[in-house]
């Protein structure tokens, strides 16, 4: 009797003890939505594939979105693991699904309609939204001038807003939303005069006009506004005042400015001079660096003059250029690529050159056997300004559409499409500013032409070119207007 009254008594403790653990237990705290992070060790990020968000290009992972976001899991201590989304709707649809992202650094608007669908951080990058006209036609000036056209802007975003706003005011405003373009898609739209007019803000309109050179600015609609970064409704604050303290110290530090400056402070585009300021750089400062060029041309069997056109087309000859990316030097080699060409410093002109010979000679090398000559060396031009990997892409395409992948008059034709979502959603890598690799290549061809021209024995009776320079057949007339087209 005893015994089993000592066995209750302990049964009855184990119990109570069992209690009041599980009570303990569910008093605890769950985790934050930070401290997941940190324990997990990576931070999911979602963001959409464009120029001014997150892209792949010969450095690898690109974008200002990237690269500011890429620093805030740095300073967690986690890594980062990019998505991208097809539209900017998926974009809220996913950041608040249960085991979704957490953060949406997607270049978008802190808009009132966005609010009740997500919390924004504080800003970091102030934006106007403009309107897009086609040169050659006439230019809009006011919101009434958006009666009647062709618009087209991006499904779910805050130009969507703004024009349904606008129809209140102008009851017959028409526009189109779409979710299968992107923001390049809308300029080369615009560019091609497929539709009137487009909104798009004036940090993606900087970034990428130069490519379209006929969709211009007409004027601002609305006052300015801000982009930000979103956390989902469900989560806690946590995530939420890490990244605003994140932005407050990358403001302090000048990381922002840095990055602002890099991407939007300057068109990196070094475009297709005249003549005459091309023969001029062939007097002042060809010269300097002819020796190595012909020097490492010979070590790697490449023709000197290709050398050095692809040296005039990537920094006009000046061993300090800097592109906005960050990349360096006459011959504008990536820090990867530097190391890997055993160039250690790359503002040094001779080892910029040897380093750049060193690496096109490999890119050429690697391409397919199935590429021959002279197409072979165009791929490896085109390799050498977006990558291996997108060329890749672009030969798939062609191949798809019934082309010849081993031809570059038809690859080039697909290139520019690794620029366009409808296609480049199909391929491995994604995003390239394809259309970049096809005047890269044409523009080095021409300088080639040009550059082998005028080292030919001269002939007699050539003359000065404005008296001062001697090289045939060159002035100060555009270059198009004195060479056949490729």
């Known amino acids: 009797m005893f015994a089993q009254t000592a066995f209750r008594t302990r049964c009855t403790s184990w119990l109570l003890a069992a209690g009041l653990f599980l009570m303990l237990s569910s008093c605890a705290e769950p985790p934050s939505a930070l401290e997941r992070i940190k324990e997990e060790g990576i931070l999911r990020v979602i963001t959409r594939n464009s120029p001014s968000t997150y892209f792949q290009d010969r450095n ?29 709707e998926e974009i809220f649809t996913r950041l608040n699904r249960p085991g979704g992202p957490t953060l949406a650094a997607a270049g978008l608007v802190a808009s009132e309609g966005r609010k009740d669908l997500a919390r924004f951080t504080q800003p970091y990058l102030d934006v106007t939204t403009q309107v897009v006209y086609r040169r050659g036609q006439r230019r809009p000036t006011q919101p009434e001038d958006l009666v009647g056209k062709r618009i087209l ?37 615009v560019d091609e005069g497929q539709v009137d007019l487009t909104l798009v803000e004036s940090n993606e309109l900087a970034l990428n006009q130069v490519y379209f050179t006929n969709a211009r600015a007409a004027f601002d609609l609305g006052e300015q506004s801000s982009l930000a970064w979103i956390v989902g409704k469900g989560e806690d604050n946590s995530v939420l005042e890490a990244a605003n303290q994140f932005l407050t110290q990358a403001q302090e530090n000048g990381t922002l400015q840095r990055l602002r400056e890099r991407y939007y402070g300057h068109v990196d585009v070094l475009g297709y001079v005249g003549a005459y300021a091309f023969a001029k750089h062939l007097q002042q400062r060809l010269p300097r660096y002819e020796k190595v060029f012909r020097e490492t ?6 023709d000197w003059r290709l ?20 990349v360096r030097g006459l011959m504008m080699l990536t820090l990867n690529t530097a190391k890997a060409m055993g160039v250690n410093n790359r503002l040094d002109p001779v080892q910029s050159i040897r380093g750049g010979g060193k690496y096109i000679a490999k890119v050429h090398a690697n391409l397919p056997d199935s590429i021959e000559e002279p197409d072979r060396t165009w791929f490896a031009l085109a390799a050498y300004n977006v990558g291996g990997g997108h060329l890749e892409d ?27 979502k409808q296609w480049y959603t199909k391929t491995r890598y994604g995003y390239a500013r394809g259309g ?43 270059l198009g207007e004195i060479l056949p087209p490729l």
């Open 60 to 88: 690898g992972e690109a974008g200002f979105e990237y690269e500011l976001v890429k620093r805030f899991a740095s300073h967690l201590g986690v890594k980062l693991q990019i998505e991208t989304a097809d539209s900017i």
């Open 153 to 189: 802007v991006l499904k779910g975003s805050s130009q969507a807003e703004k024009l349904k706003a606008l129809q209140s005011e102008f009851p017959d405003l028409r526009y189109e939303e779409s979710d299968a373009v992107e923001v390049v898609d809308l300029l080369r739209m």
């Open 307 to 326: 050398l050095a056109a692809i040296g005039y087309q990537e920094s006009h000859w000046q061993p300090e250029a800097t592109s906005k990316t960050g």
């Open 394 to 420: 672009a030969r798939k395409l062609a191949e798809s559409e019934g082309l010849n992948p081993n031809k570059w008059l038809d690859v080039k034709q697909m290139l520019p499409r690794l620029a366009q």
């Open 436 to 478: 970049e690799p096809v005047h890269f290549v044409a523009n080095i061809r021409r300088y080639y032409d040009i550059l082998t021209w005028v080292t030919q024995p001269q002939m007699e009776g050539q003359q000065l070119v404005n008296n001062e320079i001697h090289v045939p057949g060159i002035n100060s007339t555009e």
């Open 297 to 302: 041309a010979k070590e790697h069997g490449v």
